[in-house]
C-alpha cells in the first residue's frame, strides 16, 4: 500500500520563475493539505483540498494556488518565486473531515524547492 | 494567539539514555495534540494522537503525556537508539480548525555511540 509520493524530490529555480510541485495521496484518502516547511521549523499550513476544491487556506499570498484532480491528486504551484520560497514543501493526504480516521495525517517525504 | 512551543531547541544524548522533550501550547479550543518524528530530508511521521480526556499514550519506546489544565505535553524516550535521532514535532489542532494544525518548531535530538 503505497503511501503519500510527492515529485520531484529536489528542484532548483530561479527568482521570478514558476514552479508546480505534485502529490499523490495515500491510498483511500481524499483530503490533500499542503505545508511550507522553512530550514529549522515546524511546518506552516498552506492550504487543503477536498472535491477538487480549496476548502481552507493558512497565511499565504495568492502566488500560491493548486488544483486537485479527480483521482485525488494534487498539485501546488507557486509563481514569481522569492528568494524567501525556498524550502521542503510537503503534501499530507488524509480522509475528509467527519470520517473515522479523519484526524490521522500521512505526509510525503517533501520537495526541496531552492530558489537562487 | 494559537502558538506552540517546544524545548529544549537541541538535545544530544549518548545511546541507551533516556530524555524527556517538552510541549507547551495556548492553542484554544483543544481538539488534540499530536508528536511526530522527522527525519532529515523526509516528512514527518505520526507518533501519537492525543484528545483532551488522555493523559498518556504510548508507542514502544515513546510515552507522550498531556496535561490539558496547564496545556503542557512531553514526549518520554526510553532506552533511546541511533535511530531515535530526529526532529521531534509537537503539533495542535483545534476545534473548528480541522487541520489547521499549530505545529511547533521542533526539538532535535541527536543520539551519539
Known amino acids: 500500500d503505497a503511501g503519500v509520493t510527492q515529485s520531484p524530490t529536489h528542484l532548483i529555480k530561479t527568482r521570478g520563475q514558476q514552479v508546480t510541485l505534485r502529490c499523490s495521496p495515500k491510498?483511500?484518502?481524499?483530503?490533500v493539505s499542503w505545508y511550507q516547511q522553512a530550514l529549522g521549523q515546524g511546518p506552516q499550513f498552506i492550504f487543503q483540498?477536498?472535491?477538487?476544491?480549496?476548502?481552507q487556506r493558512g497565511n499565504f499570498p495568492d502566488r500560491f494556488s493548486g488544483h486537485q484532480f479527480p483521482n485525488y491528486s494534487s498539485e501546488l504551484n507557486v509563481n514569481a518565486l522569492l528568494l524567501g520560497d525556498s524550502a521542503l514543501y510537503l503534501c499530507?493526504?488524509?480522509?475528509?473531515?467527519?470520517?473515522?480516521?479523519?484526524?490521522?495525517?500521512?505526509f510525503g517525504a517533501g520537495s526541496r524547492l531552492t530558489v537562487l | 494567539k494559537n502558538q506552540v512551543e517546544q524545548s529544549p531547541q537541541s538535545l544530544i544524548i549518548l545511546e541507551g539514555k533516556n530524555c524527556t522533550l517538552q510541549?507547551?501550547?495556548?492553542?484554544?479550543?483543544?481538539?488534540?495534540l499530536r508528536w511526530y518524528k522527522q527525519d532529515t530530508g523526509r516528512g514527518p511521521v505520526s507518533l501519537t494522537i492525543?484528545?483532551?480526556?488522555?493523559n498518556t499514550k504510548s508507542n514502544g519506546r515513546y510515552t507522550a503525556t498531556l496535561d490539558a489544565d496547564t496545556k503542557q505535553s512531553s514526549l518520554h524516550i526510553t532506552a533511546s537508539q541511533l535511530s531515535d535521532s530526529a526532529s521531534y514535532i509537537c503539533?495542535?489542532?483545534?476545534?473548528?480548525?480541522?487541520?489547521?494544525?499549530?505545529f511547533g518548531a521542533g526539538t532535535r535530538l541527536a543520539v551519539h555511540p
Open positions: 499530507a493526504s488524509s480522509l475528509v473531515p467527519g470520517k473515522s480516521g479523519a484526524n490521522v495525517l500521512t
Open positions: 491510498s483511500g484518502h481524499d483530503t
Open positions: 483540498y477536498y472535491e477538487e476544491e480549496e476548502r
Open positions: 510541549c507547551n501550547y495556548t492553542v484554544s479550543p483543544f481538539s488534540n
Open positions: 492525543m484528545t483532551f480526556s488522555e
Open positions: 503539533v495542535v489542532s483545534y476545534l473548528g480548525g480541522y487541520n489547521k494544525l499549530i
